[in-house]
């Protein structure tokens, strides 16, 4: 009966390891262009005229930059960090302090924001990341909280860029 349970027990630790290993290999990469489609988003405020997601994977290290344009002022965000859940970083502007991380939930990316604006006022930010079968499609649902006020929760739509093929050299001979 003891061989009967240690024999289990080691099946169950062969399948979580091998189902974590399955899990870690099936992250899918979100690098690429990304640009926002204000049709298919549901957002909970006036959209940007103009946004464009840029994302570099190279696992566990990912660097999102984002232009958005509102009128004629563009607004540019980079963020630098390790998706493993652990490894924070602190983003400070005169307007607010950041504190954020970035982890897989299943196959999709997290980032996860506790914000303290310079009034003192408190929020969390959280974006899910994921992307479509055939990865052209980028989604980010994006829920907000502020303290005392009530939650948002907005639908954010990317379109991957096409890579545009290089111009052809003309040959010498």
């Known amino acids: 009966m003891k061989v009967l349970r240690v024999s289990l027990l080691l099946a169950l630790f062969a399948l979580t390891i091998s189902s974590q ?15 926002f489609n204000a049709q298919k988003s549901a957002l909970k405020w006036t959209p940007p005229a103009s946004m464009t997601l840029q994302i570099e994977q190279n696992d566990p ?17 980079k963020l630098d960090i390790l998706a493993d859940g652990q ?33 003192g006022t408190k929020a969390t930010d959280q974006v ?19 303290a005392g006020s009530k939650s948002t ?13 290089q111009a052809q050299q003309p040959q010498v001979q």
Do not use: C, F
Request: net charge neutral; aromatic share 10%; no cysteine.
């Open 21 to 35: 290993g399955q899990q870690s290999q099936s992250k899918p990469n979100l690098s690429g262009t990304w640009v």
């Open 87 to 119: 490894k924070e970083v602190v983003q400070n502007s005169g307007l607010y302090t950041a504190n954020i991380r970035m982890y897989w939930q299943g196959n999709s990316l997290v980032l996860d924001q506790k914000i303290t604006a310079s009034d």
């Open 61 to 77: 290290q990912v660097t999102l930059s984002r232009t958005q344009v509102y009128g004629d002022k563009s607004y540019d965000w």
């Open 128 to 146: 899910t990341y994921s992307l479509s079968g055939d990865g052209n499609m980028l989604q980010a649902i994006e829920h907000q909280a502020t």
């Open 153 to 165: 929760t907005s639908k954010w739509v990317y379109e991957r860029q096409s890579q545009q093929p």
